[in-house]
C-alpha cells in the first residue's frame, strides 16, 4: 500500500501563504486520486481538496475555494496543497490521503493517509 508524508506546514501571518507537500512511496502513486482533509482543535476531520489520477480534475470544499489549489507531480510521486489568504480558521492538522474514488469527500473512501502536519495561521 501506498505510504504517504506530509510535510511544509508551520506557523503563518493571516493573509500569508503556504504549499505543503506529500511524498508518496511503497505502490503506485498515480493510480490513484489524492485528497488533501484537515482537522482543527475539536472537530472531526473534514474535506478540504481532491484531485484525480492524472491531475486534470480538482475539487475543493467550499470554504476553502479560490484560495487553496491542489496540484500533483506524479513523476515525483509528490501532491501538493497551495494555500493563501490564509485565515485564523484554516488552523487545522492537514493530512493528505489516496483512495479509489474522485472527489471523495468522507476520509472513509481513503486507503492509505499520511502522519500530518500542522498549519497554524494567526491575526
Known amino acids: 500500500q501506498v505510504q504517504l508524508v506530509e510535510s511544509g506546514g508551520g506557523l503563518v501571518q493571516a493573509g500569508g501563504s503556504l504549499r505543503l507537500s506529500c511524498a508518496a512511496s511503497?505502490?503506485?502513486?498515480?493510480?490513484?486520486?489524492m485528497g488533501w482533509f484537515r482537522r482543527a482543535p475539536g472537530k472531526e476531520r473534514e474535506f478540504v481538496a481532491a484531485i484525480n489520477w492524472s491531475g486534470s480534475l480538482m475539487s475543493y470544499s467550499d470554504s476553502v475555494r479560490g484560495r487553496f489549489t491542489i496540484s500533483r507531480d506524479n513523476a515525483k510521486n509528490t501532491g501538493y496543497l497551495q494555500m493563501s489568504s490564509l485565515k485564523p480558521e484554516d488552523t487545522a492538522v492537514y493530512y493528505c490521503?489516496?483512495?479509489?474514488?474522485?472527489?471523495?469527500?468522507?476520509?472513509?473512501?481513503?486507503?492509505?493517509w499520511g502522519q500530518g502536519t500542522q498549519v497554524t495561521v494567526y491575526s
Open positions: 511503497g505502490g503506485t502513486f498515480s493510480n490513484y486520486p
Open positions: 490521503a489516496v483512495g479509489f474514488r474522485f472527489g471523495a469527500t468522507s476520509d472513509g473512501n481513503y486507503h492509505s
